[in-house]
Every structure is written in structure tokens, then in C-alpha cells.
């Protein structure tokens, strides 16, 4: 199967990445590549496949108990903007 | 033209758990920004989430108040997509397996008839950060204290065909998670909000139309107004012959009005999948059945209850088990002063009264159940006159000092002794021979000067009742 | 004698008998790390918290305590591992400057055990590749000759033990990520069981298949180390509930007497080397003559795990890395039209092309249309995988193969093909795909110089069998250090 270039922006615009003309061919080419040989598992029976997913009890789960939480320095000391102990985004609508 | 409206609601309602659904920072609503989070809750690389027992519990009692299907087996998914709220890019929510399966609640439509809306299923997912505006640093500030807090999607079969059907499933749903305690509903807090899906169709005709969806409603005006204005929209846009977009709209907290979200060509693509830091996990029946023993009374069993064994009259319960803080408050009372229809009444035409004066939204008496069943009883048994028990609830309703040290203290006790009584009133009907005439000549409103004047003097502490009998046997002697 | 060529068990000894103090341990260390900078195994050098800890041990010491086996021995950790006052980088220009405010799990067992961890280990972005080569702060150097790749993604753990610059490392194995780099450094890598070794703190790059596990000069070196990292971590839902082995203590019989070793031919029909094949046929031959039965094994869909692996670990990562949007911590561009310019210039500015490739490819099979046909299909041929390998561990205790159809290539030899760079991974990723242990020892010298690996893989929670077995090969049969 090919990956076309349209797909490719679809994708980019699904991942938020940015790709030029000669990085998107290059790219198309590789998952192109890649695809095809993953492909191969079309070709497996496996419409008797024993589930092997592992099920957790109830019991695991977390009791509802309260624990400390960071300190805000803590919380936004990694921010590349930040200001009175909030995050700053850039404004969600224009 | 006429069109049939199709509309369905995805409720989404905060639990009320100590600690959030997928790490222990505490569930609070407000707090400095950023205080109530951990690695988990904000996302930083490395962090693992574990779910939380009791937010699972909730979500179960959830199910089994509307009569859903418990799933044997829950899978948690990540529901991908960006925005700054959501702090790992993805939430974790529920799709193929959720929790509860089905169910339904009964409302009553515009002519009064019942009816049946259908419920999809109930899921337990997270909630995200708050998001405020703030155009002086031309940017949007982040809070996640919010973030991770447990959230459960209540989604409607699109059963209801106006604004009021829509708004009397969300207070029936409202009614029902207040009472069940899992969430305490505030609408105005955010911990009660719904997206509405809305459609139109050629009255009669099977071919379902276009949809669109108004997210994050918070009031029940909100709802109605979204709708009804969803309504006259999409119904200009197919008489004009137009074609009805898909598309959403975001009531958005930051910047306080709705906007467009998205339209069907760039759809979003949530790509669901299992959390693989999140195994499935198992409900057994027996969780169930424990879950199930800590349900309570819901209104309907509520009102049956104060009917049938406390002879309330079907209207008085039904005002009084509209909110899920009078039970409460009338229970207790109860527990202390065992006369329901008395206290029930009282509450009915006097304190509702005052608590509509102070605060719509949030129905809470200040005054303690206790001091409460005290001064009725006061009142009930004669101790204190009318006049005096309306004034000191006006007081202890700021105070809440014990009302009986205050009757004790003023000596406020309603004097029963009839000759005491005699004597003044006697003295009040030489005083004002006018009146006298005024009541001989058939004017009742003279019986009440009397005890007025009475009340003044004794500055209210006088038995009206036997001060009234004793005018009457004079006067019509 | 060069103290840095040394076990940690030797080490150990010398601490407990006061033959060096702990101190001088980690000047040695950290002089060996310098002198041997240019193989740029490490991203972070913590001298002064290393010497500071060494202190502290050698004062407890001094005041007659008992300490546990790694207390005051250096250690590296992989560099998407959490630690406070260290970077965590993932060797992502994304994480260039992010400092974890919390420790992994497997830091806090490390510093309990008085482990003094002396550096953060390069590494593929984010876990990515085959080579060390993807790192965003220059190729890893392979010890054994620079001019080759160190494997990958533990390529700078792997190397760091082998360039004798500290005595043991962790490394994170998500298709082969311990065992490939310990095979071309010529070191003992343990990839365990699945939830075995929590994950919590280290950065995910597939959570379903992402394992911790330790790079060490010698086997029993490796017990030590599990012994220290494993255990039910109740904040980690992946987490096993298995209770703790003391593998130290209890795995070593020194025999391989009537050991069942499962040979599955789908492993070699597509083995092209020779000298691979030849050490691996070596080692059979070697565990027969010592009383093993060689017992032939049937895995038919062993040959779709690397399509399985890619599907899933891709689609997994693609979720992983979205929270790596430049407003909590990482890149942040500062030229962008709008809120989702942002996003996409401070993840393009900040990831890699192998990463990006791989996000790419998650969303993909994840993305409507395709999310059945790859992603729902390659977890039933998971499932398949799984039930071939419960089957054949019905017949036999190990199954035997090369840790990697070949020994160690040049720097820059692969970079350009993807695909040709991901089948590396052919014999390391269904061990991760069936969620089982593996461990790869060296088991001979190719004719360029440089090591051969032997995988040895396990049932689940088997890892004690596996250090018995590998333990008996590296005691009597091949070595890369000179025994005693």
C-alpha cells in the first residue's frame, strides 16, 4: 500500500508536525515502506485467537485516599511560560 | 415547514471522591492554581495513572439508580486530542466497554404524559484543567487543579423533542446524582454541564438530520436557549433549502460565549485505544450487589415514604424531596421532633421562604437540625406564641444561638394563664369602646385590634388563641 | 589490577572489607569517564552529588553498618529515566532542559540500596533505534571500536559498562533495547518479565512493552541488580503482583544438567551470518555435552512480531508524545500564527526524525479507516504470538537464539534505511511482543573484532532459570573478561 501525500498531511495535522517538500517525500516513502512490510500481518489466521489480554482485579485499583500533592514551584518549574503560579498557552481562539 | 426535533444529551457530572480518579491529589472545587497536582495529573513524562475504587463505585451506583447494565469487565481508552486543558494530550475516557450499559429515566413531557428517555450508557473518564482567558498577557492561563478530577458521561439515547423535555431529563438526572450522593450537581461550579445534540427532520419523515452539538452548557437557561435557538436556525436553513452543516460549538469557560468549534471536513479523529498503562479491569457481581446496598431512597421511594408513613399530603412531599438538602435537613428534624406534618408545614410556608430570599442556587439552612426541632416544638406545645417563633427563627436563622436559652433568658415563654389574661383583655375592651361597637355591629377585623393590642403589651407573649376566646365570650355576651 | 574492570560483586567485597572506600570508587569512575569522554555514552555527569553520596556511605560504613551488595558502587541510568536534580532528556532536544521533580521507582530502590548513581546514559530519542545514532546529542560510541555503533536504544548503558566507566547500568528494552546494545558492546543485558520492573518515572515510549532492566559486566552481577529494581509497585497498574525471588541468593546451581532448551528453527532460517550462526550453534553444543536436552520447538508466527511490534509500539508512542506539547515543559517556539502553529513548530523544532517518523506511523494505524486492519489485527497476532510461546514453554525451560542477526555495523552504515535498521530487531522484539524475559550474553568475537551475542529467553518469571543457565555458559564455556 502507498502512503500518498495527502494522507501524509492528514497525518502531520493528527501528529501537529510539519513536514517540507523534500522531508514529506521522504517520509511518504519510509511509512510507505514500512507499511508494506506490516502489511504481511493481513496474511495471519486469526479468527481463533485466544485473548490473552491481562484483566486486574477491583482490588488493585487505588483506595480513595488523599496524598500530597507537589508544591506549584514544583508543578510549573519546567514551564516555558508561566506566570502567578499558572501555565501560559498561547490564546486558544483568536 | 414543519420538522420533528431529535435531541439528545451527554451529561457530564463530577464525583464527589476525596482524591482524583487517576492519582491522590485532592477532588476540590477552586484553590490556588496548580496546588491540588502531582506528576500524573499534569502529565510529566514517566507518570503512571491507577484508577480510583471509590470513583468506580460511584459510577456503578450511578448505573444501577437509572437501571443500567454493569459491565462484567471495564476498559479504560485514550481519547486523543490537543488542547491546553488537557494536559497529556489524550483523556482518559471510556468507548467500547464503559462501566454501565443502558438504562433510562422517566420524565413528564409538555401535555403532562410520561415519558421514557433512554440512556446509552454511563462512563467514567477524567476532567480537564481550566482555562482562563486573558488578553493583557495575550495568552491563556493554565489551572489543572481541575485536571484528573473524576467525571461521568451520561449519554442520552436522542429521545426528547424540545427545550423542556431536555431541561426536565437534566434536573430529573440532576435530582437523581444529588440524591444517590455522587455528585453534588453545582451547575454554576461546573460539576454539572452537558453537551446537547440537536437535529431536524421533516415532521413524520424516518431520515435523520444533520446534527449539531453545543458543548459545555452549564444552566438549565443555557440549555434552553442553545436549543430553542438550534431550532429556529436549523429550521431557516431548511426552509431556505440550505444544507445544515455538521459541526460543534464550544461554550468555552475562558472567554464566557460560544463559538465553532469544528465543521465536518476537518472532523476530529479522537483515535480511541486501550490505555496500556491501563489494564482492563474486572466488576464482579458481588461488588454490585455491595454497591447496591448503599443506595438510597430515591425521590420517587422518598415521597411514597413521607405519604405513606408519615401522612404527608402528596404536594408537601413533592416540594419537599425536590432537593436532596431538605431530606436531609427534614430527616433530622424529624429525628428530634416526631410531629412531620407540623415541621413539614413550617418548613413549607416559612423557611423555604427565607431560603428563597437569601440563595436560589444552593439550598443550606443555618440553622442546626436540632435548634430547629426545638423551637417548634416550642411552638407546637404552647410555650411560645406564633408572633415570638417567626421572630426568633428570623434571629437564629443569623445566629443560630439556642433558641431555647433565649426564650429562658427573656422570659419570651407565652403566658397561658387565663385569668392573667382575662384581666388585660377586660381592660383593653373599656379602653376602646369604638371597637366593641365595630365587632357588635359584625366587623371582625375589630377581634384582631384587639389582639394586636394585646400582642403590644405583652410584647407578643400572650396566648392569641385563649385571648381570642375570652374577647368572644365577653363580647357576645 | 584496574579496579574499574571489576564486577559489582568484587567491588562489593573490596567496600565491605575496606580494601577502597566508596569515594575513591567514584573518582575512579568519574576520571574513567572523563578520559573516555569522546565516547559520549553519557549525557550528564553527576559528580558532586555522586561524591556526596559516596561520603555518606563510607560514613555509615565507618560506622560498622551493614549495607546492602550496592552500596557505594556507581551506577548509570538510562537517560528517560526520572531523577530529581538531574536532567531527564531522553536524549530529545524536546527535553533538553526538563528536570523531573520526582524520582522513577527505580531511582528511589537505587538510592535505597546506596547505589551512587554517577551519570545519565545517551540513548536513542526517546527509545527509537537500533544505533544510538538517532540521540539528539551526537552518536554513542561502540568501546570495543568507536568507529561502530554501541546498538541501540541502550546504547549509552550498554557502552558505559563496557568502557568499564562505572560497574553496572539500566537500560529500558521495548523491541530489544537492553539485549541489542549489550550483544555489540560484548556486555549482559536482562530484559525481565513484563510489570516485573516498574515503570514509573521513566518516560514511556511504548507502555505495554516498555521494560527496565540492568546491563552488567558479568551475570551474577545482573541478579544483583533485579534484585534491587524488581517488585510490585502500587503505582503502576501494569504492575505484577510476583513476589520478590532474592535472585542472588537462590539462582545459581551451577549446572545445566537435564535443562530443557527449546531450538526454534523459524529463529535461523533467515540468518544470513555465519559467525552468528556458528557461536550460537557453539553454545548448544556446549549445553548438550553439559547434560541439556536440546528439544526442538515449533514458533511459526515468530517472523510477524517485528510487524506486530512496529504497529503497536508506534501507535502507543504517538499517544505518549502528545503530551509533549511545549506549555508544561520542553520546547516552546516563540514565532507561531496560532495555538496549533504552536503546537506543530515546538514539536517539529523539538523531535527528531526517527521519532517523528514513528508518531507519524502511530497515528496512522490508529487514525479511522486503518485502526482494525493494523491495530486490532496486529493484537491478534500478539495474542497468536503469546499462545505459540505458552505452548513451546510447555516442552522446554529456554529457547535459545542470536540476540541479533549480526554483530555490530559502522556509524552512519544504516541510518538512511529505516526498514533495514528496524530488522535488527528480528530476535529481541517478539521476547517483548509475548511479554517474557531474555537476557543476551556474550558468546563469541566476530572477525571485525567485535562481539556476538547469545539470547536466552524465559517463560514468564523465569529469570532466576535464565541467570542459572547464562551464569554455567559465561562460567565455563565463553567470556568476554578474563575469569579467574
Known amino acids: 500500500m502507498e502512503i500518498t501525500e495527502k494522507e501524509i498531511k ?53 483506595e480513595d485516599v488523599v496524598k500530597d500533592s507537589l508544591s506549584n514551584d514544583e508543578i510549573v518549574g519546567n514551564a516555558p511560560k508561566k506566570l502567578n503560579g499558572y501555565f501560559i498557552a498561547p490564546t486558544v481562539v483568536e | 415547514m414543519e420538522y420533528d426535533v431529535v435531541i439528545g444529551l451527554e451529561v457530564h457530572s463530577e464525583l464527589k471522591t476525596n482524591s482524583k480518579v487517576f492519582c491522590s491529589c485532592k477532588n476540590e472545587f477552586g484553590g490556588e492554581p496548580n496546588t491540588h497536582c502531582c506528576p500524573v495529573c499534569i502529565g510529566l513524562p514517566g507518570a503512571l495513572p491507577i484508577p480510583n475504587k471509590e470513583a468506580v463505585k460511584m459510577t456503578i451506583k450511578a448505573g444501577l439508580a437509572v437501571g443500567s447494565k454493569i459491565n462484567d469487565i ?5 481519547k486523543n486530542y490537543f488542547y491546553p486543558d488537557l494536559a497529556k494530550a489524550y483523556q482518559i475516557s471510556q468507548a467500547v466497554r464503559p462501566i454501565c ?63 423542556e423535555e431536555a431541561v426536565a431529563y437534566l434536573a430529573k438526572l440532576r435530582n437523581i446524582l444529588q440524591y444517590i450522593e455522587v455528585s453534588d450537581c453545582k451547575m454554576e461550579q461546573g460539576s454539572l454541564r452537558c453537551d446537547v445534540n440537536i437535529s431536524l427532520k421533516p415532521k413524520g419523515s424516518s431520515v435523520l438530520g444533520v446534527r449539531a452539538e453545543m458543548k459545555n452548557l452549564n444552566s438549565f437557561r443555557s440549555v434552553t436557549r442553545a436549543i430553542e435557538y438550534e431550532i429556529k436556525r436549523q429550521s431557516r436553513l431548511l426552509d431556505e433549502g440550505e444544507e445544515v452543516v455538521q459541526e460543534t460549538k464550544r461554550c468555552d469557560d475562558a472567554i464566557n460565549r460560544s463559538f465553532s468549534q469544528r465543521r465536518k471536513e476537518d472532523a476530529q479523529d479522537y483515535r480511541y485505544f486501550p490505555d496500556p498503562d491501563l489494564l482492563p479491569f474486572r466488576i464482579e457481581r458481588s461488588l454490585v450487589e455491595e454497591v447496591k446496598k448503599t443506595m438510597p431512597k430515591l425521590r420517587e421511594e422518598k415521597i411514597r415514604d413521607y405519604v405513606d408513613n408519615l401522612g404527608l399530603s402528596e404536594y408537601d412531599a413533592s416540594v ?52 430547629f426541632a426545638n423551637l417548634l416544638s416550642m411552638y407546637e406545645s404552647g410555650q411560645i406564641s406564633q408572633a415570638i417563633c417567626r421572630e426568633l427563627f428570623d ?46 355591629a359584625g366587623n371582625t377585623k375589630a377581634l384582631s385590634f384587639f389582639i394586636g393590642q394585646l400582642m403590644k403589651r405583652t410584647q407578643g407573649k400572650a396566648n392569641a388563641q385563649i385571648a381570642s376566646k375570652l374577647i368572644k365570650d365577653i363580647l357576645d355576651k | 589490577m584496574n579496579i574499574m574492570n571489576e564486577t559489582i560483586e568484587n567491588v562489593s567485597t573490596m567496600l565491605k572489607n575496606k580494601q577502597i572506600s566508596s569515594v575513591e570508587l567514584v573518582k575512579d569512575s568519574l576520571s574513567k569517564i572523563e578520559a573516555t569522554k569522546e565516547l559520549n555514552t553519557l549525557h550528564e555527569v553527576c559528580s558532586e552529588s555522586a561524591l556526596q553520596k559516596a561520603q555518606e556511605i563510607d560514613d555509615l560504613r565507618a560506622k560498622g553498618q551493614d549495607l546492602p551488595i550496592l552500596a557505594g558502587v556507581p551506577i548509570v541510568i538510562k537517560d528517560n529515566i526520572s531523577m530529581v536534580g538531574t536532567f531527564t ?18 531511582v528511589d ?21 537500533s544505533s544510538s545514532e538517532t540521540c539528539a546529542f551526537g552518536p554513542v560510541h561502540n568501546p570495543r571500536n568507536p568507529e561502530y555503533v554501541p546498538g541501540g536504544s541502550s546504547g549509552g548503558s550498554a557502552g558505559t559498562v563496557a568502557g568499564n566507566q562505572c560497574f553496572a547500568s539500566l537500560g529500558t528494552d521495548t523491541g530489544g533495547s537492553i539485549r541489542q546494545p549489550s550483544s555489540f558492546c560484548g556486555v549482559v543485558g536482562l530484559k525481565p518479565t513484563y510489570g516485573l520492573v516498574s515503570r514509573y518515572g521513566v518516560v514511556a515510549f511504548a507502555s505495554s512493552l516498555d521494560q527496565v532492566g540492568p546491563i552488567t559486566k558479568s551475570v551474577r552481577d545482573s541478579a544483583i541488580m533485579l534484585d534491587t529494581i524488581a517488585g510490585y509497585d502500587a503505582n503502576e497498574f501494569t504492575s505484577a503482583k510476583h513476589s520478590t525471588e532474592h535472585y542472588y541468593e537462590n539462582s545459581f546451581k551451577n549446572s545445566v544438567k537435564g535443562m530443557k532448551i527449546g531450538f526454534a528453527k523459524e529463529f535461523f532460517e533467515s540468518l544470513q551470518n555465519q559467525e552468528v550462526l556458528q557461536s550460537v550453534m ?42 509533549f506539547d511545549g506549555i508544561k515543559y520542553g520546547v516552546a517556539t516563540t514565532e507561531y500564527k496560532d495555538l496549533i502553529d504552536f503546537y506543530v513548530q515546538s514539536r517539529t523544532q523539538g523531535f527528531g526524525k526517527e521519532v517523528k517518523r514513528r508518531i507519524m506511523l502511530g497515528n496512522f494505524v490508529l487514525s479511522s479507516g486503518y485502526f482494525d486492519a493494523y491495530y486490532n489485527k496486529a493484537k491478534a497476532v500478539q495474542n497468536l504470538i503469546i499462545n505459540e510461546f505458552t505452548d513451546a514453554f510447555k516442552q522446554c525451560d529456554v529457547i535459545i537464539s542470536p540476540t541479533t542477526p549480526s554483530p555490530a555495523f559502522k556509524i552512519g552504515e544504516k541510518v538512511d534505511n529505516p526498514l533495514e535498521m528496524y530488522l535488527n530487531d528480528i530476535y529481541t522484539v517478539p521476547v517483548n511482543i509475548a511479554r517474557l524475559p531474555a537476557m543476551s550474553i556474550p558468546c563469541g568475537v566476530a572477525s571485525n573484532g567485535l562481539p556476538l551475542g547469545l539470547q536466552l529467553i524465559g517463560n514468564r518469571f523465569s529469570e532466576s532459570t535464565l541467570f542459572n543457565i547464562s551464569d554455567y555458559f559465561e562460567k565455563n564455556c565463553f567470556s568476554l573478561r578474563e575469569v579467574k
Open chain 2, 101 to 163: 450499559v443502558g438504562g433510562g429515566v422517566e420524565i413528564e413531557d409538555a401535555n403532562g404524559q410520561k415519558k421514557f428517555i433512554r440512556l446509552n450508557r454511563i462512563h467514567l473518564e477524567e476532567d480537564a484543567g481550566k482555562l482562563i482567558h486573558n488578553p493583557k498577557i495575550g495568552g491563556t492561563m493554565i489551572d489543572y487543579n481541575r485536571g484528573g478530577v473524576p467525571l461521568i458521561e451520561i449519554v442520552s439515547e436522542a429521545d426528547m423533542s424540545s427545550a
Open chain 2, 395 to 440: 434571629e437564629i436563622w443569623e445566629t443560630n444561638e439556642d433558641c431555647k436559652k433565649l426564650v429562658e433568658e427573656r422570659g419570651l415563654k407565652q403566658n397561658n394563664n387565663e385569668d392573667e389574661i382575662k384581666v388585660m383583655v377586660e381592660a383593653l375592651i373599656n379602653e376602646f369602646p369604638q371597637s366593641v361597637a365595630d365587632y357588635k
Open chain 2, 74 to 78: 471495564a476498559i479504560f481508552e485514550r
Open chain 3, 109 to 129: 530502590k537505587l538510592l535505597n540500596a546506596g547505589a551512587i548513581i554517577v551519570g545519565k546514559a545517551n540513548m536513542d530519542e526517546f527509545a527509537m533505534g
Open chain 2, 320 to 371: 419537599l424531596t425536590n432537593d436532596l438538602n431538605l431530606v436531609k435537613y427534614f430527616d433530622k428534624v424529624i429525628s428530634y421532633f416526631n410531629k412531620p406534618k407540623f415541621v413539614c408545614n413550617f418548613i413549607l410556608t416559612t423557611l423555604l421562604k427565607k431560603v428563597k430570599e437569601e440563595d436560589e442556587a444552593d439550598l443550606v439552612v443555618p440553622i442546626s437540625a436540632e435548634n
Open chain 3, 282 to 323: 557453539n553454545a548448544i553444543d556446549f549445553f548438550k555435552s553439559n547434560g541439556a536436552e536440546i528439544v526442538d520447538i515449533k514458533l511459526p508466527h515468530i517472523n510477524d512480531a517485528l510487524a506486530v511490534y512496529y504497529v503497536l509500539s508506534s501507535a502507543e508512542a504517538a499517544s505518549n508524545l502528545a503530551r
Open chain 1, 10 to 62: 492528514h497525518l502531520a495535522s493528527l501528529s501537529r508536525l510539519q513536514f517540507n517538500d523534500e522531508e514529506m517525500t521522504k517520509i511518504a516513502n519510509d511509512m510507505s515502506s514500512i507499511v508494506n512490510y506490516v502489511d504481511q500481518l493481513q496474511k495471519v489466521d486469526t479468527s481463533n485467537v485466544k485473548d490473552n489480554t491481562t484483566i486486574r482485579e477491583f482490588e488493585e485499583l487505588r
Open chain 3, 89 to 106: 532528556t531522553c536524549s530529545s532536544k524536546f527535553l533538553e532542559n526538563y528536570k523531573s521533580p520526582y524520582n522513577a521507582t527505580v
